[in-house]
């Protein structure tokens, strides 16, 4: 039979832990960011995105996600990268594309000049879903003529865009590229102040409120029916 110290002691371990401990084990905690990827179709999205390391991928009829990990100050980082799977061919993309997303990847093809007019409309579309988050623009398939790369492209100056000549073919700034996406995504997401992520937020408390509630209410009109009568 346990003794009274052994039940003390018993007690004892099941304590929390310290709150140095826990804080210690949340700053190790992985961080997960998602990050999309936008742009024509046959522009080299898939192709960059594979060249970002060694990814798991999965495949759906609406996209193709990558999923990749990396260390960011230190931390352990899950990286979601988002491709569109041919729904580009659209020229619009479902809104659940965009959601949550903490950084944005859009692609030209340097030797197709309606893929880097086109740009501007998927800015503009990116910006109704997600107004704040970083977005770098990618001039990809430089190694078929790198005298291309003398060239001025205004687009990313004139919306203060980061922009990277890269070439998905021989690898040439790919990594340099999604090294920076990745930690453009995690520290949006750790000092985001995006309206939208407030939005959305008020509806999922919203909801999570008017279920409680329904619930509540099905519960009361429940105790108070009568019993059937004999």
Request: negative net charge; aromatic residues 10%; contains cysteine.
């Amino acid at each position: 039979m346990a003794t009274a110290a052994e039940e003390r002691g018993g007690d004892g371990a099941r304590e929390e832990a310290p709150d140095g401990t826990r804080d210690e084990a949340a700053a190790g905690a992985e961080e997960t960011v998602k990050i999309i990827c936008l742009g024509d179709s046959a522009v080299g999205k898939s192709k960059c995105v594979g060249r970002g390391g060694r990814p798991q991928q999965f495949s759906t009829f609406a996209l193709t996600l990558y999923q990749h990990r990396a260390r960011v100050g230190g931390q352990e980082v899950r990286v979601d990268f988002w491709d569109t799977a041919g729904q580009e061919r659209f020229q619009s993309m479902h809104a659940s594309y965009y959601h949550q997303a903490h950084a944005c990847i859009m692609v030209f093809d340097v030797q197709r000049k309606v893929t880097y007019k086109n740009l501007n409309s998927w800015y503009k579309e990116l910006r109704e879903f997600r107004p704040e988050i970083p977005c770098i623009v990618v001039a990809n398939k430089i190694d078929v003529d790198m005298k291309v790369t003398q060239k001025s492209f205004n687009f990313a100056r004139k919306f203060s865009l980061p922009f990277y000549f890269v070439s998905a073919a021989d690898g040439t700034n790919v990594v340099k590229l999604f090294n920076d996406a990745i930690r453009l995504a995690v520290a949006y997401k750790q000092h985001s102040g995006d309206f939208m992520d407030e939005v959305l937020r008020e509806l999922k408390s919203f909801d999570l409120q008017k279920t409680s509630k329904d619930f509540l209410d099905e519960g009361k009109s429940c105790t108070e029916e009568e019993p059937p009568s004999a």
